[in-house]
């Protein structure tokens, strides 16, 4: 699905200037992620400059405020990654757009105490992610499915308004997930039996929802719980 995403906007990246520090790809999604959350109204609560899409463009290359970069060689023609968005605090007002997916390399996406709103896309779980912060939005809908591919260590979409029961994808993760927060939201139906494949947690809250059932046994038996 990214794959189709990316050819999708070909053509659009093509406006960014050839000579930019940062690939266009990733300079596209996060000009649509600025423009779907209200960007002329953030916060900036990090260092770094302000993004702005005047002229020629480079998150990169301009040390934009909460934007991580990777495989950056300035001696190389290769432009770089951008490998991580960390924009907790940053009034973020608004969906996260699909076309996020574009940053094909990112492995680090931290976007807790804004105000996003409707669903998560899909899209998202597909890309190379091991952390991911959601916390204290107003994210709701349903919490796509988790392929085999993941490897998430850390996901916390607590204090949200989501709404549905939770998804057994979840038992994907069992070579990576560490830290897991659901709480907060309105969750309903049992807990999955196949929460309890992951085995590695130290960290797990389903407090605040509406589930109902019995726990599952072999949440007792996990060893880092």
Known sequence: ?????????CLLSLFYFVN?????????????????????????????QP?????????????W??????????SSATPCNVTGLTLDFF????????ELC??????????????LLQDIPACIFDLPLTYLNMLFNSLSGEIPQLGLDSKLVYLDISQNQFKSPIPSSLGNLADSLTYLA????????????????????????????RLNGTMPATLFRMPEL
């Open 1 to 9: 699905m990214v794959q189709a995403i990316i050819t999708s906007v």
């Open 20 to 48: 930019s520090a940062t690939v266009n790809s990733s300079t596209y999604a996060l000009n649509v992620l600025y423009n779907s959350t209200n960007g002329a109204r953030w916060y900036y609560s990090l260092p770094g």
């Open 51 to 63: 993004w702005t899409f005047d002229g020629s463009p480079d998150p990169c290359g301009d040390s």
């Open 65 to 74: 405020s909460g934007v991580i970069c990777e495989n950056c060689n300035t």
């Open 91 to 98: 009034g973020l007002l608004g969906p996260l757009p699909v």
């Open 102 to 115: 574009n940053a094909t390399e990112l492995s680090v996406l931290s976007v807790s105490y804004n105000t």
């Open 182 to 209: 659901l709480n907060s939201n309105s969750f309903y139906g049992s807990i999955p039996a196949e929460i309890g494949c992951l085995t590695l947690l130290t960290s797990l809250n389903f407090g605040s929802n």
